[in-house]
Antibody
């Protein structure tokens, strides 16, 4: 069974940093690109970042480019999202997603003073 | 930037047919995907590649495409179908793009 389990969310002050992780199981992690998608409270879905199977190709939404860094460790079946210079409008549930078919339960990031 | 446009809300009585549309200039060239999201839960993929249903998705959910508009049709709507529905496609660089979401209310 495919499972994606996010962790690392929490409350952080504006300008702060946070590192999200996603532990994958039930499939060959190194064979798939994976994505981060977020949803602000009461809002729609927003595509944040993506990384290719071997990590050589990455994508960032304009809203996070230069502040967020996506990476993966295929030996540990883990995806990361390093977030810095966080702003209140980064407040959202962050989902780790495989192929659109498999979603984690999400980890909540709240940016507030 | 590329946008997908959905109606904010759709209402339908139980047993009736609900249709949720999604408009985007690139939809003739890119596949569309539909997700259902119930309150407090992660989205679930309902339709992929315009009209394909993943295993386990009831037949009452179907997708269609016509030019710059794709449509999610829910036949014989049930109370449990009350949820937010999101369309998704890709822009010319293959980045995912989501519509704003449609809240389906079952009267």
């Amino acid at each position: 069974e495919v499972q994606l389990v996010e962790s690392g969310g929490g409350l952080v002050q504006p300008g702060g940093s946070l590192r999200l992780s996603c532990l994958a199981s039930g499939f060959t992690f190194s064979n798939y690109g994976v994505h981060w998608i977020r949803q602000a409270p009461g809002k729609g879905l927003e595509y944040v970042s993506a990384i290719s199977e071997n990590g050589t190709s990455t994508f960032y939404a304009d809203s996070v480019r230069g502040r967020f860094t996506i990476s993966r460790d295929n030996s540990k079946n883990t995806l990361h999202l390093q977030m810095s210079s966080l702003r209140p409008d980064d407040t959202a549930m962050y989902y780790c997603v495989l192929s659109g078919l498999y979603w984690g339960q999400g980890t909540l990031v709240t940016v507030s003073s | 930037s590329y946008e997908l446009t959905q109606p904010p809300s759709v209402s339908v009585s139980p047993g009736q047919t609900a249709r949720i549309t999604c408009y985007g200039d690139e939809l003739p060239n890119q596949f569309a995907y539909w997700y259902q999201q119930k309150s407090g839960q992660a989205p679930v993929l309902l339709i992929y590649k315009d009209n394909q249903r993943p295993s386990g998705i009831p037949e009452r959910f179907s997708g269609s495409s016509s030019g710059t508009t794709v449509t999610l049709t829910i036949s014989g709507v049930q109370a449990e179908d009350e949820a937010d529905y999101h369309c998704q496609s890709s822009d010319s660089s293959a980045a995912w793009v989501f519509g704003g979401g449609t809240k389906l209310t079952v009267l």
